[in-house]
């Protein structure tokens, strides 16, 4: 490992040797790294994992949790004498209703993996035993090419947002400023998602070497893998795939792997907010412009890429960006989809890119009862009702349809679902996971939770809804981040679709 850039870097490290904000941890840290009491104290108590150090079991209480009655895990474990308590999200919704256990110790079934069509770029039960061929292609090939490469396959970032991948890579060579960094995004968080956790198991090799070929075209020296908490069994993985192919002589030593945990922030998933975890704060996500691919890590330009766009690129580098570009059937390439809460089979299918969830639903063995709505691409997309389950799940067609592919993570809901109960679900998601940073958002999921709890608990009188719209504008347009420009729309989607259960 080498050294932090600066004692601020060290401070979550610290905290972590420490076992979170327990007595004498902030003095401690303080002389170790000269940082003031107060500001580490500030650090430890924005993330969940530090600063709540002794829950043993944490019950996930996202969507599809709730849907399997996490409410009677939760008095279980209590009712065993454990410290348990809720959490927002432990990235297993597959297995649902799910928990997460501070010793690691986890007794879960094998999840489902499937797919839909012949050729995938993960097979992600296929194996794993790649000799970094692609990253030799690079090597050979030179920047321009590999660039050119990513280009034509159309490849766009998997972790929400769908902006195209080549798009930053040139941004960031363009830069005259030659420190550069490459980080990637493991900190998948987003309820109803739990694809990156896959791939990072069962293909660790596509992430190290899709990692190292950024490096390299790049020109970075340093790659930072920022992997969340409660994903230890993934940070294993990658940290053995890093081993495994420097002992073969598929890596060299021109670049310092870092790996660095997340301690329970569901912010820090948004690129910024993680940067500034890299750097020993609290994740509040910074203003943009500047653009990390400018200023980014250390005010340095950063590519960051989700685990799953940084794992296409060996392959098509090795078969080619229009390969790649025609597996899909819409969009380019092939897409791990999520599924879970009413289906089946939940699980991870990878598909082509476009694939309607009527398709990945039959792939999965169907619904469990009659569906009623669904959530295409985890809480911040909010709900579609089932009679649009034939749309194409990409990212152009759920943007025109008033949502998002997001992350991907489709949750089903059957006709027993409350909608105005689900809707709360995810905001109670959101206000617990707001970073505080600017009012509209730390205010307005506040605001909106409130509001679904009186109408729930003062006999579903619409008078208590009154004023949500424009609570919901004000967060779609005044917020700095995703978070609060997305987090009414389960609400409003759910007002908009099912009006006769919101009294409307
Ligand atoms: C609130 C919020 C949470 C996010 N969480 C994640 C996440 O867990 N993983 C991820 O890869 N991207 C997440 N993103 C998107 C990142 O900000 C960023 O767009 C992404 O890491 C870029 O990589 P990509 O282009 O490969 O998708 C999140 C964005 C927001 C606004
Ligand atoms: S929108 Fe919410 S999460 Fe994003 S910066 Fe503002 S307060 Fe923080």
């Known amino acids: 490992m080498e050294p932090k850039n600066s004692r601020r870097e060290e401070v979550l490290e610290r905290l972590e040797e420490a076992g979170g904000l327990r007595p004498g941890a902030t003095p401690s840290v303080h002389r170790s790294t000269g940082i003031p009491a107060a500001d580490i104290y500030g650090v430890a108590t924005f993330y969940h994992l530090l600063a709540e150090p002794d829950i043993d079991v944490r019950v996930c209480q996202g969507l599809s949790c709730h849907l399997a009655n996490c409410k009677s895990l939760l008095e279980d474990f209590q009712g065993m004498g454990l410290e348990a308590a809720y959490t927002s999200c432990v990235g297993r919704c597959d297995l649902a209703p799910a928990h997460w256990r501070k010793d690691g110790k986890l007794a879960t079934p094998a999840p489902f993996l499937g797919s839909i069509g012949e050729e995938r770029v993960f097979d992600l039960d296929g194996g794993d035993g790649e000799r970094y061929e692609a990253l030799a292609q690079a090597l050979d090939w030179g920047p321009d090419r590999v660039c050119q490469e990513l280009e034509a396959s159309g490849l766009q970032g998997r972790g929400g947002a769908g902006f195209p991948a080549f798009i930053k890579w040139n941004a960031v060579r363009g830069q005259a400023e030659t420190e550069r960094y490459i980080v990637l995004n493991a900190d998948e968080g987003e309820p109803g998602t739990f694809k990156d956790r896959e791939v990072m198991l069962r293909r660790p090799h596509l992430v190290i070497e899709g990692l ?19 994903f230890e069994d993934c940070r294993q993985a990658l940290a053995g795939a890093v ?28 690129e910024t907010a993680l940067l500034e975890a890299l750097e020993g704060k609290r994740g509040l996500p910074r203003l943009k412009p500047p653009f990390p691919v400018e200023k980014g890590f250390r005010q340095k330009p950063t590519l960051i890429q989700n685990v799953e766009t940084i794992a296409c690129v060996p392959a098509i580098l090795r078969k080619g960006g229009a390969w790649f570009r025609a597996l899909g059937t819409t969009e380019p390439g092939t897409k791990l989809y999520c599924l879970s809460g009413h289906v089946q089979q939940p699980g991870v299918y990878e598909a082509p890119l476009g694939t309607p969830l009527s398709a990945l639903i039959a792939a999965a063995g ?6 009623k709505a669904f959530s295409p691409g985890g809480a911040s997309s909010g709900f579609l009702p089932a009679r649009q389950l034939d749309i194409a799940m990409d990212f152009g067609s759920l943007r025109d349809a008033g949502t998002m592919l997001g992350s991907a993570g489709a949750v089903l809901l059957n006709d027993t679902v409350d909608m105005v109960e689900a809707a709360l679900v995810q905001a109670v998601f959101f206000e617990d996971e707001s970073c505080g940073q600017c009012a509209p958002c730390r205010i307005g999921t506040r605001s909106l939770r409130r509001a679904l709890e009186s109408y729930l608990t003062q006999g579903r009188s619409s008078g208590a809804l009154d004023h949500v719209r424009e609570v919901a504008w004000g967060m779609g347009e005044a917020s700095i981040c995703g978070l609060g420009q997305t987090a009414a729309l389960p609400m409003t989607s759910a007002m908009k679709y099912f009006p006769e259960e919101f009294g409307l």
């Open 212 to 230: 190292a070929i950024a490096a390299l075209t790049l020109g970075a020296q340093d790659i930072y893998l920022y992997i969340r908490g409660e």
């Open 243 to 270: 081993a495994t192919a420097r002992r073969r002589g598929d890596l060299d030593d021109s670049v310092h792997w870092h790996f660095v945990d997340g301690h329970g922030a569901y912010i820090c998933g948004e």
């Open 366 to 371: 169907g619904t469990v009862g009659t569906l």
